[in-house]
């Protein structure tokens, strides 16, 4: 019986220990983050040429609507401001849909944006910019991510740590137990349709365009100089580039598709881990396993990918600056 009571103590020393990292954690990282995503979405708003704004400012925007979640409902909990006239599990279920409707919509933005990015590199002369068009499609995404998180708000709820001390309260949010039957189900197709197709598609995406950069060129008619020259070619409508303006576009259209890879790459990794977790948690119970050393190494593991996904705050305002800034052209 001691040998039980000292694995369960150790247990929620390990979980009051866990607990105090990524409060922190959340603490740190937002202090330093939402300032530099304010910055960020101030300087690509200053930006008005480029036809991805609407996008980028969104992305910015939702990040600062998650990231500004966790950082209050950390506060919240360790303050108990609000645990007087708002249950739990209310608390729990708002935090849920906010979170994962804003991360659902990050995801599927970059989908778009990359999406638009592909129609104008193979179709440049059909493709129409809109910004108008962008708010529309934007409103579409948004409201399709809220619908699809609509289940948080029946199936998150606040429980508590399974422990067998009665004088002991750890409370954290979760899933309620009473729709164990079919929210797995659920909870997987809302992880394959929130994170893993769009973030897929968004690596393809860009994989294709960087593969078959040039078959664009095949609705361009290049004419060479002696033509021009004798006149042998007739045509309507000339442009006159030189070859190393033409090398030149290639090279920044190149570097900018490079970019965006590696800041869908690197999305993906700092996600990855933290969804992988979360939903194999959901076949195959650690968090609430019976066995008091899997629960702590699940511990160690959760907060180990949580910190991970939290980095993506601090790496999101960098690299869509490095997006949005300008490659000099060199003197045709």
Same mark, same amino acid.
């Given at each position: 019986? &001691?040998?039980?009571? +000292?694995?369960?103590?150790?247990?929620? +020393?390990?979980?009051?220990?866990?607990?105090?990292?990524?409060?922190?954690?959340?603490v740190?990282?937002?202090?330093?983050?939402? #300032?530099?995503?304010?910055?960020?979405?101030?300087?690509?708003?200053?930006?008005?040429?480029?036809q991805f704004?609407?996008? %980028?400012?969104?992305?910015?925007?939702?990040?600062?609507?998650?990231?500004?979640?966790?950082?209050?409902?950390?506060?919240?909990?360790?303050?108990?401001i609000i645990? +007087?006239?708002? #249950?739990?599990?209310?608390?729990?279920?708002?935090?849920?849909?906010?979170?994962?409707? &804003?991360?659902?919509?990050?995801?599927?933005?970059w989908?778009?944006?990359?999406?638009?990015?592909?129609?104008?590199?193979?179709?440049?002369?059909?493709?129409?910019?809109?910004?108008?068009? /962008?708010?529309?499609?934007?409103?579409?995404?948004?409201?399709?991510?809220?619908?699809?998180?609509?289940?948080?708000?029946?199936?998150?709820? /606040?429980? $508590?740590?399974?422990?067998?001390? $009665?004088?002991?309260?750890?409370?954290?949010?979760?899933?309620?137990?009473?729709?164990?039957?079919?929210?797995?189900?659920?909870?997987?197709?809302?992880?394959?349709?929130?994170?893993?197709?769009?973030?897929? %598609?968004?690596?393809?995406?860009?994989?294709?365009?960087?593969?078959?950069? !040039?078959?664009?060129?095949?609705?361009?008619?290049?004419?060479? !100089?002696?033509?021009?020259? +004798?006149?042998?070619?007739?045509?309507?409508?000339?442009?006159i580039?030189?070859?190393?303006?033409?090398?030149?576009?290639?090279?920044r259209?190149?570097?900018?598709?490079?970019?965006? %890879?590696?800041?869908?790459?690197? !999305?993906?990794?700092?996600?990855? #881990?933290?969804?992988?977790?979360?939903?194999?948690?959901?076949?195959?119970?650690?968090?609430?396993?019976? /066995?008091?050393?899997?629960?702590?190494?699940?511990?160690k593991?959760?907060?180990?990918?949580?910190?991970?996904?939290?980095l993506?705050? %601090?790496?999101?305002?960098?690299?869509?600056?490095?997006?949005?800034?300008?490659?000099?052209?060199?003197?045709?």
């Open positions: 019986m &001691s040998h039980v009571v +000292d694995e369960n103590q150790a247990f929620i +020393d390990e979980w009051t220990i866990s607990s105090r990292l990524l409060f922190y954690t959340v740190i990282i937002s202090v330093m983050a939402l #300032p530099m995503l304010v910055a960020s979405l101030i300087y690509v708003m200053l930006r008005r040429k480029s704004v609407s996008y %980028l400012c969104s992305i910015l925007s939702a990040n600062m609507v998650l990231l500004g979640t966790l950082f209050a409902s950390v506060i919240i909990e360790k303050m108990n645990d +007087d006239w708002l #249950p739990g599990s209310i608390s729990c279920k708002a935090t849920a849909f906010l979170v994962n409707t &804003s991360s659902c919509f990050i995801h599927w933005t989908v778009v944006m990359y999406a638009q990015r592909f129609l104008f590199v193979f179709y440049p002369l059909r493709a129409r910019r809109s910004r108008w068009k /962008s708010y529309y499609i934007l409103t579409g995404v948004l409201i399709s991510s809220a619908l699809l998180q609509l289940w948080t708000l029946l199936f998150i709820t /606040s429980r $508590h740590v399974d422990v067998s001390f $009665h004088d002991v309260e750890r409370i954290y949010c979760g899933d309620d137990p009473s729709y164990s039957s079919s929210k797995i189900i659920i909870i997987f197709v809302e992880c394959v349709i929130a994170f893993f197709i769009p973030l897929t %598609l968004t690596i393809l995406a860009d994989i294709s365009v960087l593969m078959f950069k !040039n078959s664009c060129h095949e609705q361009f008619t290049l004419v060479a !100089n002696e033509e021009i020259g +004798d006149g042998t070619r007739k045509q309507s409508n000339m442009k580039v030189s070859s190393n303006t033409i090398r030149s576009s290639e090279r259209r190149s570097m900018a598709i490079r970019r965006c %890879l590696a800041s869908a790459t690197i !999305n993906l990794l700092l996600n990855l #881990p933290n969804y992988s977790l979360q939903l194999f948690d959901e076949f195959y119970p650690l968090r609430n396993n019976p /066995s008091t050393d899997v629960r702590r190494k699940f511990l593991i959760d907060a180990f990918v949580y910190i991970l996904y939290l993506q705050f %601090l790496i999101s305002p960098l690299y869509i600056f490095i997006l949005t800034r300008n490659v000099k052209r060199r003197p045709s």
